[in-house]
């Protein structure tokens, strides 16, 4: 399948809304709304060189990260609920879009990042493809909660050159309590096997700047060793140890986590140090740790 076909494939999802699991069907051309909220114009929050990232994600001058309004996620816990979840942000054309891409290029970006732009994919692949005929060089990052359709992610394969994904509830149970996402683990699984098979481990070039693959992120929760525990298991399962893995300590009970004593606090030093031993002791090698 050619970028036309594949962008048009993305359209036919747009509207009834096929673009992410939950399916909800809702016709966005006649301005219903589904679950994320959004509508028919792109939205993002910013667009700027992020240091935030993994360390082969940000180069010199930061990964060129733009982040857009709203998701398909209900975190109680979100720490960008300002525009994740009340849809902060400003609507932005695929031409303008494009223009920005290439500033964050000019501006000395290590890649272009796209956090959270699920249900803006149909808007966001044209805007790649326009960019990169205008002379955008850089990789595509698609940073993702990993919460995705195996049959959307096909449609994005040649578009997308590094896939940065959560993989962060090792059950059902958690991800329906506290990110309205239900058969997650199942989801979560089936696309990363696509992704992997997509981009393979990540690659970096002399610089250590990645180019190309696949790096999963686990943010550990307090009380979460046991999610930690399942989430291992299933990547062990789908793809194997060799995968990069990101274990982020900086969860923060803000939004609506202090509703939920079991994670209404910041996890221990002492929750870190035994998640870092289960990650060594499941064989997973590659990747980073961040410690309080």
């Keep these: 399948m050619n970028s036309t076909a594949q962008i048009k494939s993305l359209y036919t999802l747009f509207s009834p809304c096929y673009l992410c699991p939950l399916n909800c069907g809702v016709s966005r051309l006649k301005g219903e709304r589904g679950i994320c909220n959004a509508g028919v114009k792109m939205k993002i929050s910013s667009a700027t060189l992020y240091?935030?990232?993994?360390?082969?994600?940000?180069?010199?001058?930061?990964?060129?990260?733009?982040f857009f309004s709203y998701c398909n996620l209900k975190c109680v816990y979100c720490q960008n609920y300002n525009f994740s979840q009340n849809g902060v942000g400003k609507y932005v054309s695929i031409t303008k879009l494009a223009k920005i891409m290439l500033e964050l290029q000019e501006?000395?970006?290590?890649?272009?990042?796209?956090?959270?732009?699920?249900?803006?994919?149909?808007?966001?692949?044209?805007?790649?493809?326009?960019?990169?005929?205008?002379?955008?060089?850089?990789?595509i990052v698609y940073n993702t909660s990993g919460y995705e359709s195996v049959a959307v992610l096909k449609l994005l394969k040649g578009f997308i050159d590094i896939y940065l994904t959560d993989f962060r509830y090792g059950t059902n149970e958690w991800a329906v309590k506290y990110s309205s996402?239900?058969?997650?683990?199942?989801?979560?699984?089936?696309?990363?096997?696509?992704?992997?098979?997509?981009?393979?481990?990540?690659?970096?070039n002399r610089s250590g700047?990645?180019?190309?693959?696949?790096?999963?992120?686990?943010?550990?929760?307090?009380?979460g060793l046991n999610e930690l525990t399942n989430s291992l298991k299933l990547i062990k399962k789908a793809i194997g140890t060799d995968v990069y893995i990101s274990l982020m300590s900086q969860y923060v009970p803000v939004f609506k986590a202090m509703n939920y004593k079991e994670i209404g606090r910041r996890i221990s030093k002492n929750e870190l140090l035994r998640a870092s031993f289960i990650l060594r002791k499941f064989g997973f090698k590659n990747g980073w740790i961040q410690y309080l």
């Design 181 to 204: 996402a239900p058969f997650y683990t199942e989801v979560v699984s089936a696309a990363l096997k696509e992704m992997y098979l997509q981009v393979g481990n990540l690659k970096v």
């Design 107 to 139: 501006r000395g970006a290590a890649n272009i990042n796209l956090i959270t732009a699920t249900h803006f994919l149909p808007q966001a692949v044209s805007t790649i493809k326009i960019a990169r005929k205008n002379g955008l060089n850089l990789p």
């Design 51 to 66: 240091f935030g990232e993994e360390p082969p994600l940000v180069g010199s001058y930061g990964s060129g990260a733009i």
């Design 209 to 223: 700047i990645a180019k190309r693959g696949l790096i999963i992120r686990h943010l550990l929760f307090p009380n």
